[in-house]
């Protein structure tokens, strides 16, 4: 048996021990892999930093718990830091049911709650946590928010916090920030929400495989910018100064990953080339 | 049932909340726009008693699964261990709401405990185990058979290392042009590619409310027609 052919019959657990040291190398010891800022998360950046005093945001933690773990989580944290270092009001919500118990998970973030002692709840930031009917109930949202939301998620009613006095409907938003895992996402919020109030400013957290996606959005305007998955969130993270070891690791982690799949297609590529030319040799 | 109660019935009240909520968004009627709103609320109590109809369907499907177990298969504990789990954590949620009397989503701890210890980590590992996927897929499977699945694999090689947080700042100096490649590929033929697909879900979209609207589209009445 040639060495190629030997090569294209290799056992499948020897992929998954090579791909596994790659990953758990970083795991271990962060390798701290140079990194590039791309324009889109600068443009993220710029966006919130734009936001004048007393602007009203709405984070919209639409995620499952597969994608907060790897890459929207980093993002999550890192665009409430950066929104609670701002002089601006924040509500967090969720249209996934999946996504609302995460919110709380974000504020326990080292960097966030540091900030989170100067805000007041009620005053600077809510969370109206699960809303349920997916776009409908985005509609809804955004046609009377009171109506649609009877309390916060310690069950406050709206009346009790003093914040939501004069946000009534999406008219009185003035950005909304999506962590995206799928559908409903964003393109649900711009036929809901934008297409209500077309001054809204809107910004993606997305998930790697859903960036292709997210871009028509980003080149008609409609969107702001994006962050494209862990890449994003660890620019985003690096521009704030934000970054912990186990941030680093993660972000390395994707990055051999990556580079493993790449070898590996590289060398399956070789291997079937080569092997077509020995059949074709034989001929 | 008579034929007016079973099909008829349920296709009016569908295109009458329809035509209300298109009218309410072209039509600047405040009238037309409270009902509309009034409809969408009603909605998102229908959404919540789906959440038990949810709930005992799977009960049901799984307790046959169990009912219909063979000797010597095992299978069944999975829906013996889904049933149990879902009434636990479906108990723990309801208790948790219960002790607060507000009616606020739970806060109890044992409920945050299992989500963010079990559902959260085990949701994670599922969706990290696709990456031992791709990596043997990108082995034994992604083979420039032909020309396009060629340009296809180029292509997906370099958006994929473009996406790696340290990709273009690795293989930028390699390649001076890997990153004005990356961002090509991704803003022209994937753009016009999705460009194509949303216009074309759009529109599919309109159609499919069409026949909703005219009765002629009554899959989602159940099974049969």
Redesign the interface.
């Known amino acids: 048996m040639s060495f190629w052919k030997k090569l294209?019959a290799?056992d499948?657990r020897i992929?998954?021990l090579?791909?596994?040291i790659a990953?758990g190398i970083p795991l271990l010891t962060p390798l701290y892999?140079?990194?590039?800022i791309?324009p889109d998360t600068v443009l993220y950046y710029k966006a919130i930093e734009a936001l004048p005093a007393g602007s009203v945001v709405v984070l919209g933690m639409d995620v499952?718990?597969?994608?907060?773990?790897?890459e929207l989580g980093p993002q999550a944290r890192a665009t409430t830091y950066h929104l609670f270092t701002k002089p601006v009001k924040v509500i967090f919500l969720s249209f996934w049911e999946?996504g609302?118990?995460?919110i709380?998970?974000v504020w326990k973030n080292q960097f966030v709650a540091g900030e989170l002692k100067n805000k007041k709840y009620g005053e600077d930031y809510v969370n109206l946590?699960?809303?349920?009917?997916?776009e409908?109930?985005m509609?809804?949202f955004a046609?009377?928010i009171w109506?649609?939301v009877?309390?916060?998620?310690?069950?406050?009613k709206l009346a009790d916090l003093p914040m939501m006095a004069k946000i009534k409907s999406i008219n009185d938003i003035t950005m909304l920030i999506v962590i995206e895992t799928g559908t409903p996402g964003g393109?649900e919020y711009l036929r809901q929400w934008q297409a209500r109030n077309r001054n809204l400013k809107m910004l993606i957290g997305s998930l790697?495989v859903s960036?292709?996606?997210n871009?028509?959005y980003v080149?008609s305007g409609q969107y702001i910018s994006l962050l494209?998955?862990?890449?994003g969130a660890?620019?985003y993270q690096r521009i704030l100064n934000i970054v912990t070891p186990t941030d680093v690791q993660s972000?390395?982690a994707?990055?051999m990953?990556?580079?493993?799949?790449?070898v590996?297609?590289l060398?399956?590529?070789i291997g079937?080339?080569a092997l077509k030319g020995q059949k074709g040799g034989k001929k | 049932m008579s034929f007016y109660r079973k099909k008829e019935l349920p296709i009016a009240i569908t295109a009458l909340c329809a035509v209300l909520a298109i009218f309410a968004t072209y039509f600047k009627v405040p009238e037309a726009k409270a009902a509309s709103t009034t409809v969408q609320t009603w909605m998102l109590v229908i959404v919540n008693f789906a959440v038990t109809v949810g709930f005992v369907m799977v009960i049901r499907m799984h307790k046959k699964r169990i009912d219909k177990r063979k000797p010597g298969e095992k299978s069944w504990m999975f829906s013996a261990w889904l049933i149990a789990v879902l009434i636990v954590y479906a108990l723990l949620g309801i208790y948790g709401v219960e002790s607060t009397r507000t009616g606020a989503p739970t806060n109890d701890p044992s409920f945050n405990w299992v989500y963010n210890n079990a559902v959260v980590a085990l949701d994670s590992a599922m969706y990290s185990l696709l990456a031992f996927f791709i990596a043997s897929a990108s082995f034994r499977a992604f083979k420039a058979r032909t020309k396009e699945a060629g340009v296809l694999l180029i292509s997906a090689a370099i958006t994929m290392l473009y996406n790696a947080p340290a990709g273009s700042t690795i293989f930028g100096p390699l390649a001076p042009n890997f990153n004005s490649l990356g961002e090509w590929i991704l803003n022209v033929p994937n753009m016009a590619g999705f460009r194509g697909i949303t216009i074309g879900a759009a529109v599919g979209a309109i159609s499919l409310g069409i026949r909703v609207l005219t009765g002629r589209e009554r899959g989602y009445l159940g099974a049969g027609e």
């Open positions: 294209e290799v499948v992929i998954y090579i791909l596994w990953i892999l140079p990194l590039s791309s499952s718990p597969a994608g907060y773990g790897g999946t609302a118990p995460l709380q998970d946590h699960w809303i349920p009917g997916s409908t109930g509609a809804a046609e009377d109506k649609t009877a309390a916060d998620y310690k069950g406050t393109p790697g960036v292709p996606g871009i028509p080149a494209r998955g862990g890449r660890t620019e972000a390395d994707m990055t990953s990556h580079v493993v799949v790449l590996f297609l060398v399956g590529n079937y080339l």
